[in-house]
C-alpha cells in the first residue's frame, strides 16, 4: 500500500508540470485596406464608411486607406471625417502610390486618420475653401467659410496631435508640404516605402479610438483588400461628371428623336434611362444651373433651326451655347469635379452633327416630290387606252384610271401626262415630243 501511495504522489507532480491542451499559436492579425483615388463624392462616402463598418465586424487591426484625391465636396469630407473620429477601428491614411496626393479635402481626411502616412514624392495641403457650383460668393460670405474651415481643420489637428498652425495656413493660405516637410512639421506620423514597410513602422503603436485604446500588431499582418462591388463601381462611375455630362447629352437626343419620330421607342427608352441616370448623378455633384439651363437652350436652338431658315445662325448659336453650358455645368477649383475638353469637344460636335445631319435630311425630305399617293400621280406619263373626247381611260404606273382631258381631245394610244388628280380621277393632257 505504501509503495502506491508513493507511485500517485509522483504521478501527480509529474502531471503538474505538463498542460492538458497544448498551448496554440497566437492568431495572425488581419489589416484590411481600401484604394481611394480621385475627387471625394457621395460615393466615396459610401465607401469608407461601407470599408471602417466591414473592418469591424471582421475584426480587422486596422483599415489602411489609401488616398490618392485632388479634393472634392466639402459635405462629403466632413462626413467622411466624422466616421473617421467616431471608428471604433483603427483608421490609417497612406497618400500613395508615389506621385500621389492629399489636396484640399484629402488634407482634411488625412489629419483625421489615427496614423497618416506618406509614400515617398507626394504631397498634402492647398486646403482652402472654394466656391463651387459656379455660384459668386461675397467677401463677407467667402470669410465665414474660410473660418469655418480653419476651425474645423484646427480641431482635428488638436485631436490627432498634429500641426495646427501648419493645418490652418493649409485652409487660409493653401500651404502645401512635401512628405519630408510634413513628416518634419509633424503634419503627419511616418514615411513608408511600401504597406509592409508602413505595417512594420506602426508595429506597437498605440491608438485612441472611440472604443478606447488599442496597441496595434501589425508586423506581419494578413493583408485584406476590400474589393468595392459592383454596385459601387457603379455609383462611382455615373457620378463621375464626364460621365454625368455624357448621359445628359444622351438622353436628350434620345428624346428628341423619339419625339421626332413617334414610335421608334428604342431612342426614347435609351433616353429616358440615360436622363435619370444623370439627374441622380447630379444630386450629388455641385452642379451649376445656368449650365444646364445654356445646354438645354442650346438644344432649343438646334430644334428651331429646323423650323426656321436662319441661314445656319441659329445651328452657330445652339454651338456656341453647348460649350459654354457644358464648361459651367460642374465648374469646380478640382479637375476630378469639371469636365474635360477632350470630353466637351467631341460631344457637342457630335450633337450638332446629328441635328445638322437631321436638319439636312428634314430639308430634303420636304423638297423631294412625293412618289406614293395621289400627289404620286402627277407628273408620270401614261397611255390614253381610249380616246379622251374629254373623258376615257389611261394606263398610268402599271393601272387603269379614269381621265379627263385638260385641253385638246387625246386619241387612242397617244401619250399622256397626269396634271392633277381629283378623287380616283386623273386630269391629264397630251404629252409634248420633244
Known amino acids: 500500500m505504501r509503495g502506491l501511495g508513493l507511485f500517485l504522489c509522483l504521478a501527480l507532480f509529474g502531471l503538474e508540470g505538463v498542460s492538458p491542451i497544448a498551448p496554440q499559436a497566437e492568431a495572425a492579425s488581419?489589416?484590411?485596406?481600401?484604394?481611394?483615388?480621385?475627387?471625394?463624392t457621395p460615393a466615396t462616402l459610401r465607401l469608407v464608411s461601407t470599408a471602417i463598418d466591414r473592418a469591424k465586424a471582421e475584426g480587422a487591426e486596422a483599415l489602411i486607406v489609401l488616398l490618392d484625391t485632388p479634393g472634392g465636396l466639402e459635405r462629403?469630407?466632413?462626413?467622411?471625417?466624422?466616421?473617421?473620429?467616431?471608428?471604433?477601428?483603427?483608421?490609417?491614411?497612406?497618400?500613395?502610390?508615389?506621385?500621389?496626393?492629399?489636396?484640399?479635402?484629402?488634407?482634411?481626411?488625412?489629419?483625421?486618420?489615427?496614423?497618416?502616412?506618406?509614400?515617398?514624392?507626394?504631397?498634402?495641403?492647398?486646403?482652402?475653401?472654394?466656391a463651387v457650383g459656379g455660384g459668386q460668393v461675397d467677401k463677407e460670405s467667402m470669410k465665414k467659410i474660410e473660418n469655418d474651415a480653419a476651425a474645423f481643420i484646427r480641431t482635428i489637428a488638436l485631436e490627432r496631435g498634429r500641426n495646427v498652425e501648419w493645418a490652418e495656413q493649409a485652409v487660409r493660405k493653401s500651404v502645401s508640404a512635401t512628405e519630408r516637410e510634413a513628416l518634419k512639421l509633424k503634419i503627419i506620423d511616418l514615411v513608408a516605402e511600401s504597406i509592409p514597410d508602413l505595417l512594420q513602422k506602426i508595429e506597437g503603436t498605440k491608438i485612441k479610438t472611440a472604443a478606447g485604446t488599442k496597441t496595434l500588431r501589425t508586423a506581419g499582418a494578413t493583408v485584406k483588400s476590400y474589393e468595392i462591388g459592383f454596385r459601387d463601381r457603379f455609383l462611382g462611375l455615373i457620378t463621375d461628371p464626364n460621365i454625368a455630362y455624357i448621359l445628359l447629352m444622351l438622353g436628350m437626343l434620345g428624346l428628341f428623336f423619339e419625339l421626332a419620330n413617334p414610335g421608334v421607342i428604342l431612342p426614347g427608352v435609351v433616353g429616358g434611362i440615360s436622363l435619370i441616370l444623370a439627374f441622380f448623378a447630379f444630386q450629388s455633384l455641385p452642379i451649376n444651373y445656368a449650365g444646364l439651363l445654356l445646354i438645354l437652350f442650346g438644344i432649343v436652338l438646334f430644334i428651331a433651326e429646323i423650323k426656321v431658315v436662319s441661314h445656319g445662325i441659329l445651328t452657330i448659336g445652339g454651338i456656341i451655347s453647348m460649350i459654354f453650358g457644358s464648361l459651367m455645368l460642374f465648374e469646380a477649383p478640382e479637375a476630378g469635379l469639371r469636365v474635360s475638353w477632350k470630353v466637351i469637344i467631341p460631344t457637342v460636335a457630335t450633337t450638332a452633327g446629328i441635328f445638322f445631319f437631321a436638319l439636312t435630311a428634314g430639308i430634303r425630305a420636304l423638297q423631294r416630290r412625293p412618289t406614293?399617293?395621289?400627289?404620286?400621280?402627277?407628273?408620270?406619263?401614261?397611255?390614253?387606252?381610249?380616246?379622251?373626247?374629254?373623258?376615257?381611260?389611261?394606263?398610268?404606273?402599271?393601272?387603269?384610271?379614269?381621265?379627263?382631258?385638260?385641253?385638246?381631245?387625246?386619241?387612242?394610244?397617244?401619250?399622256?401626262?397626269?396634271?392633277?388628280?381629283?378623287?380616283?380621277?386623273?386630269?391629264?393632257r397630251k404629252t409634248q415630243e420633244g
Open 372 to 428: 406614293t399617293g395621289t400627289q404620286g400621280l402627277v407628273g408620270q406619263v401614261g397611255v390614253a387606252r381610249s380616246a379622251l373626247a374629254p373623258n376615257g381611260n389611261v394606263f398610268v404606273q402599271g393601272e387603269l384610271w379614269r381621265a379627263i382631258s385638260d385641253g385638246a381631245e387625246i386619241r387612242e394610244g397617244e401619250r399622256v401626262t397626269v396634271v392633277g388628280v381629283e378623287h380616283l380621277t386623273l386630269r391629264v
Open 76 to 130: 462629403s469630407m466632413r462626413s467622411i471625417v466624422q466616421k473617421m473620429l467616431n471608428s471604433d477601428v483603427p483608421v490609417v491614411v497612406y497618400v500613395s502610390p508615389t506621385g500621389a496626393r492629399a489636396a484640399s479635402a484629402g488634407a482634411f481626411i488625412t489629419l483625421a486618420a489615427h496614423v497618416a502616412a506618406m509614400a515617398p514624392a507626394t504631397n498634402i495641403g492647398a486646403a482652402h475653401p472654394v
Open 30 to 40: 488581419t489589416v484590411s485596406t481600401i484604394q481611394i483615388d480621385g475627387a471625394i
